[in-house]
């Protein structure tokens, strides 16, 4: 078929909505056009919100007909993963316990992006509370990679990677709390960042693990996600762990080139268990950043053994604690059939939360209880220290890292499902950024035998994120890559 | 190292409503996640520090200006069941259980 508006970067539909080449309503139109053609197939939304993108993009063409100058992201259609609170629409976080929840509020981080005029097509299904790395811990049924029905989109943000893989919308926002947006950004072909920790304001993302939790932007270019970044980012007073800091302009140095650069590469990262494509088409990469100027070296994170034991005790004690508040009380369902109050609450969440959320409840309980709170989680915390030390010594010899994102490509559906363990081991490369609060960025890098995508992380120091902008910016250019799944073919 | 887990104490504490089939379960999974969580220990030296939030915020404060909260009517709206302006429960006094 031939590109349909929805399948363009949103840096240029900006360009042509300014320049009157196209209306908003028409790139919408696009938009939920495709949409119709491919959704029962991939499945990426939980909840359509046509209406009001057309109303939207109709308010935003009158107003561009006034002459008044409107933002890069007016007009341009993008969808929320439903962890993300939308005022009045639907917000289930996957789960049967919010499968009704209306929430009276917005999130911030979608407050900006529609302040500045952006579009909502719909909310996008996720893992259960954003537990999961391939998607099939929604309860609503799993998301179809667009490059192959048959294989996971990765998780748990793999509605919103889905969907832009497909060009169902132009871009989306995720949730990245151990690898989120960054695994499915890789395993669908296309780029997911996780900003710094703070940098873009939790209020209204639904809680996971609060330590961990970062609002991160999935799309089809680098320069859309440093658009997005910058449009979202900033201090807000609803949330204490907000970053107090200026926002740069992430577009000013994104052509610079990486002449210079002093580029780490992960010695662990290219051990056992990563796919032979994997870690050839990454080295591949790392070859042509030397060859456009940067200094290559070998960075080590010594205790790289380490984050998944770490984190698998820090993130689902938080989960324990901050999934208390589904009592049956306030908001979402409410098991009938209770003798008491707390017998209620006991059946409410016995029924309400999947296997995976269950798990990591007991988990966290477990491991904050008494008698075994030393043992696990405060052992965890020093571990954390420990992460965030290997990262201080690595990035005074280079300026970003490199790693594979996942040490796989899409894996099939159903595959790890009776396995957590082996499941856990997808996000072993994206969650020590968690872990330490620094920005990493997936960028797509090649297709494997199979044909599907291959992604390469770019980690950098606190409030690193124009330096990886400018490298990712400079690979993907040099890469050149189209990616387009072959389901689009018959679209 | 072998993990005895406690499921239903950990249940209780979790106020998770299991069956038979999924304790039996996550019995042997969460000893299996917890074997390997476990290797934390080998490396978190006493002088080792823990880190609670990478970023440390402290006393983090905002201008004591008043803004409107939510009226009453939507805080409620998404309650299971409610009268009278208030969240509706079943009796509060525990059932013999």
Known sequence: ????????????????????????????????????????????????TPEVALERAAELDAHRGSGAPQHAVAGIPLALKDVLATMGIRTTCGSLILENYLPP???????????????????????EFAMGSSNENS??????????LERVPGGSSGGSAAAVAAGEVV???????????????????????????????????????????????????????????????????????????????????LEEGVDGLRVGVVAEAFGEGVEPGVRDSVRASVDRLANLGASVGEAALPHAEYTLPAYYLIAPSEASSNLARYDGVRYGYRAEGGTDSIDMMFRTR??????????????????????????????????????????????????????????????????????????????????????????AISVPCGLDDAGLPIGLQLTAPVLGESVLF?????????????????????? | MAVEIDIDHVARLARLALTDEEKAQLRSQLALILEHAAKVGEVAAEDVPPTAYAIPRANVYREDTPEPSIPQGEALANAPEREDGRFKVPRIVEADR
């Open chain 1, 139 to 148: 309860a609503y049924g799993p998301v179809r990679n667009p490059w192959d």
């Open chain 1, 350 to 439: 016995g029924e309400g939360f999947g296997p995976e959320v269950k798990r990591r409840i007991m988990l966290g309980t477990y491991a904050l209880s008494a008698g075994y709170y030393d043992a696990y989680y405060g052992q965890a915390q020093k571990v954390r220290t420990l992460i965030i030390r290997d990262y201080e010594k690595a990035f005074a010899d280079f300026d970003v890292l490199v790693s594979p994102t996942s040490p796989t490509t899409a894996f099939r559906v159903g595959e790890k499902v009776d396995d957590p363990m082996a499941m856990y081991l997808n996000d072993i490369f994206t969650i020590p950024a968690n872990l330490a609060g620094v920005p």
């Open chain 1, 171 to 253: 871009w989306a926002l995720g949730t990245d709390t151990g690898g989120s947006v960054r695994q499915p950004a890789s395993l669908c072909g296309v780029v997911g960042l996780k900003p710094t920790y703070g940098l873009v304001s939790r209020y209204g993302l639904i809680a996971f693990a609060s330590s961990l939790d970062t609002v991160g932007t999935i799309t089809r270019s680098v320069r859309d996600a440093a658009v997005l970044l910058g449009a979202m980012a900033g201090k807000d007073h609803r949330d204490a762990t907000s970053l107090d800091e200026d926002v740069p302009d992430y577009l000013a140095g």
């Open chain 1, 1 to 48: 078929m031939t590109e349909a508006l929805c399948d363009l970067a949103g840096s240029e539909l900006a360009t042509k909505i300014a320049g009157g080449e196209v209306s908003a309503t028409e790139v919408v139109e696009s938009s939920l056009e495709r949409i119709e053609a491919v959704d029962d197939e991939i499945h990426a939304f939980l909840t359509r």
């Open chain 1, 470 to 491: 400018r490298t990712a910016h400079s690979l993907e250019r040099d890469l050149g890559l189209v990616l387009r799944p072959p389901l689009l073919a018959g679209v």
């Open chain 1, 105 to 127: 509020y917005e999130s911030t981080a979608w407050a900006r992006l529609s302040g500045h005029g952006s579009v909502l097509a719909g909310k996008t299904n996720c893992d």
